[in-house]
């Protein structure tokens, strides 16, 4: 079946503008994931919905970082002002029920370029 | 706080060798374990994971890994290494009432033919 999909795959943007990185999950995954990794570090958690719900949003870094769910199924992550510490591969993973124990499935990611 | 290390950012194996990937966890309770590859523009891949049955899981591609509680440690091995092997190596913990995960800083492996 079809496994956790990112769209863009790349995205240059400027300093100060906004941008939208979409990403869409197993279908019937409840869990929702948020990752961003530098270059040469492993995956850093920013943010977990669990159904429509932002169940743990502890990892985003500041108020310019937001994330959506509307239905329950694709999620749409949100940077405003854009700044080049944001350069980062985004990624994405979905469980299927959120469980400490369950297996995250990724996706390929979104490499953003803060120029 | 929860943290992942793992010693030694590259590893280089000649085919046939000994895969050996080490990771220590810090944690206060016996977390869930994990073990993920990343191919070059692929997304992270579960390889093995452990959940507090056997201690000594075994993954796919022929990699196993062994939770040994009195040291901290959940190393990746696998007997004989192949140049498909050749990627990127993260561990990860997550604790039982958490939905977080902490990943290691990843150790990428090289196989010399």
């Known amino acids: 079946g079809a496994g956790v999909s990112q769209t863009p795959s790349n995205k240059v943007t400027e300093k100060g503008k906004y941008v939208e990185l979409r990403c869409d999950p197993i279908s019937g995954h409840t869990a929702l994931y948020w990752y961003r990794q530098s270059l040469g570090q492993g995956p850093e958690f920013l943010i977990y919905f669990q159904g429509t719900g932002a169940a743990d949003d502890s990892g985003l870094p500041n108020d310019r970082f937001f994330a959506v769910r509307p239905e329950g199924s694709v999620s749409t992550l949100k940077i405003q002002r854009t700044e080049r510490g944001d350069s980062a591969v985004y990624l994405c993973?979905?469980?299927?029920?959120?469980?400490?124990?369950?297996?995250?499935?990724f996706g390929p990611g979104t490499r953003l370029t803060v120029l | 706080a929860q943290s992942v290390t793992q010693l030694g950012s590259h590893v280089s194996v000649s085919e046939g060798a000994l895969v050996l990937l080490r990771c220590n966890y810090s944690?206060?309770?016996?977390?869930?374990l994990f073990w993920y590859v990343q191919y070059p523009n692929q997304g992270l891949q579960l390889l093995l994971k452990y959940t507090s049955a056997a201690t000594l899981v075994k993954g796919i591609n022929g990699f196993e890994a062994e939770f040994k509680k009195s040291e901290t440690s959940f190393h990746l091995t696998k007997p004989s290494a192949h140049m498909s092997d050749a990627a990127e190596y993260f561990c990860?913990?997550?604790?039982?009432?958490?939905?977080?995960?902490?990943f290691g800083t990843g150790t990428s492996l090289t196989v010399i033919p």
């Open positions: 993973a979905s469980s299927q029920s959120g469980g400490a124990s369950d297996t995250q499935y």
């Open positions: 944690s206060s309770v016996p977390p869930y």
């Open positions: 990860a913990v997550s604790l039982r009432r958490s939905n977080q995960f902490y």
